[in-house]
């Protein structure tokens, strides 16, 4: 079998420039909500992996031995470490980049599907990838935001009265579960700052109970905890 025959130069072509523009699509998603990794990562990612599976395919072909998927699971794998990179941790204990990098171990896989040459699967995992990213962010974002579980971050002066603020929730069918002191201070000036865990006892609108909260005399600011999409 002559690898030349099989992994022609319109082959080769075709197989990098489909990942290119693969990886261009889940990218701008990304880039449109301002993530670490953008769309020239993605690009690089899906062309890369899929660069080495040609490699892969090549020297399986050339040689006649081995095994042709060894190298793609290293890739599978070794991706992990990139993105890792992507996640972060703001100061409000905010976990951000988790989409972006489940979105670029996908796309190495979708680049692993091209180079390889199962077009097929590649284009209805495609669809599937943006359909999640796009449309099920709706979904998604309208589940959490009724959920029983809520993390607020906080930051108050001295005029809080913590008993004044349990009562209240309290009055909200909730009750708090955790208390963290963040830091002795602090983004504004003269605050102090905490996270809180709360349980409700009825699936409540995060956004109501989180305006309901912010006019407690003493809180300065109000947010809730969860990773963006």
Request: aromatic share 6%.
């Amino acid at each position: 079998m002559n690898p030349q025959e099989l992994l022609s130069l319109k082959v080769i072509t075709t197989r990098l420039c489909l990942a290119m523009f693969a990886g261009a699509i889940l990218g701008i998603e990304r880039e449109c909500k301002n993530q670490p990794a953008g769309f020239r990562t993605y690009m690089l990612v899906c062309i890369g992996s899929s660069l080495i599976m040609l490699a892969n395919q090549y020297l399986y072909l050339q040689n006649g031995t081995g095994d042709p998927a060894r190298i793609g699971a290293q890739v599978v794998s070794g991706i992990g470490f990139l993105g890792a990179g992507t996640i972060i941790i703001t100061r409000n204990n905010i976990v951000r980049g988790l989409t972006t990098a489940a979105g670029l171990w996908v796309a190495a896989g979708l680049g692993l599907t091209i180079g390889i040459g199962f077009y097929q699967a590649a284009l209805i995992a495609l669809i599937l990838i943006l359909f999640i990213m796009t449309i099920m962010q709706r979904l998604d974002a309208l589940i959490k935001s009724y959920s029983k579980t809520l993390h607020l971050y906080l930051e108050y002066d001295n005029d809080l009265q913590m008993p004044h603020l349990i009562n209240i929730i309290r009055t909200m069918k909730g009750e708090i579960s955790e208390i963290y002191q963040d830091s002795p201070q602090g983004r504004i000036l003269g605050s102090h700052s905490m996270n809180l865990s709360l349980k409700l006892e009825k699936h409540t609108n995060h956004q109501k109970l989180i305006t309901t909260l912010t006019h407690t005399p003493g809180i300065l600011y109000l947010a809730e905890i969860r990773s963006p999409i």
